[in-house]
């Protein structure tokens, strides 16, 4: 029988709204956030939790977006060819209204909020967004989750003519990500619409992509064209590429090294050339939030 799903948490449960919604709160919210106490002096974990957003400039110029090409310059370069208007989400499997919706149906009715997250890259940077976008969870519940559902699957457009970076066979093309069904429910995933109040810019996923704040940035699919509900596990790029260095949770957790790296620290992106090292925190900051979501598992084994 289908039903709508609720998760345990709402967002008034999680966390003041306005220490997201709101910089000048931020810096008394963060503090609070962090009085459970951290590794590291306060200074440090102050700066692990400036929400200071990062410029325009640099929120646009240093990308992730394979198929654009591996270079952090490449999607600013190359992004404009794809077409994003008209844009469906084909939404499928375990869902009562399954359906081909186009961008407009997904936004109707929706309240496009600001939020302003830090992503933490697994290559050991970071930056402060302020997307524009509403709750996973609101399309779910609309579209109607069906009992049986645990995950959802995620799809990126694949168009070769419009994406050059399909032509390098990195990964098993289209890009593709996962979450639990709890994590997709949870108040802080959202699918970004916009930052800084504008249209999605092209490079950053237009016209909707995943925003996760607490797992590493490969998570956060973008230029999203399926949305499937699914009862298994669904396949994951980088995790379907290296399981061993990407799990399928890839929660950002500084006490599970990368086979190659220490996630201990990062750079801010827009520091320069001396920017400091800041310690990484736990579910990137976001532990009071998730860390429920993953009680009694071992974060180093299901990493
Ligand atoms: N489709 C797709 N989504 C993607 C990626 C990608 O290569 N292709 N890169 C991921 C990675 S590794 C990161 S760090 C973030 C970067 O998002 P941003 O460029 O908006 O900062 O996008 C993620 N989403
Ligand atoms: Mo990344």
């Not at 016209?207 to 399926?226: A, D, N």
Request: glycine share 8%; charged share 25%.
């Amino acid at each position: 029988m289908a039903h709508r799903y609720r998760s345990d948490l709402t967002w008034d449960d999680v966390t003041p709204k306005e220490v997201y919604l709101n910089r000048r709160q931020l810096m008394t919210g963060g503090g609070a956030l962090l009085a459970a106490g951290m590794a590291g002096g306060q200074a440090r974990a102050q700066d692990a939790w400036d929400l200071t957003p990062n410029s325009w400039e640099e929120i646009t110029t240093f990308n992730n977006f394979y198929e654009f090409g591996t270079d952090k310059s490449d999607p600013a370069e190359h992004a404009h060819r794809l077409t994003t208007s008209p844009w469906s989400v084909e939404i499928d499997g375990l869902v009562d209204n399954p359906g081909t919706y186009s961008f407009e149906d997904i936004v109707a009715g929706q309240t496009i909020e600001e939020r302003i997250y830090r992503l933490r890259c697994v290559e050991r940077w970071s930056m402060v967004i302020p997307w524009n976008g509403f709750e996973l969870a609101d399309l779910l519940n609309r579209v109607g989750v069906q009992d049986g559902a645990r995950y959802v699957a995620f799809e990126t457009a694949m168009r070769p003519e419009e994406m050059p970076g399909l032509r390098v066979p990195i990964l098993d093309w289209p890009y593709r990500e996962g979450l639990r069904l709890d994590e997709a429910m949870h108040p802080l995933t959202i699918l970004a619409t916009g930052l800084y109040g504008e249209p999605m810019p092209n490079q950053n996923g237009a016209p909707i992509r995943l925003v996760v704040p607490w797992k590493y940035g490969y998570k956060s699919i973008k230029s999203i064209v399926r949305i499937s509900l699914v009862a298994e596990e669904p396949v994951a790029s980088w995790n379907q590429y290296a399981p061993h260095e990407y799990g399928f949770y890839s929660n950002v957790n500084p006490n599970r090294e990368h086979p190659r790296w220490s996630q201990e620290f990062e750079r801010r992106v827009g520091g320069g050339l001396f920017a400091r090292n800041i310690p990484t925190l736990m579910f990137n900051g976001y532990e009071e939030e998730v860390a429920s979501l993953y009680e009694g598992m071992d974060l180093i084994e299901f990493h």
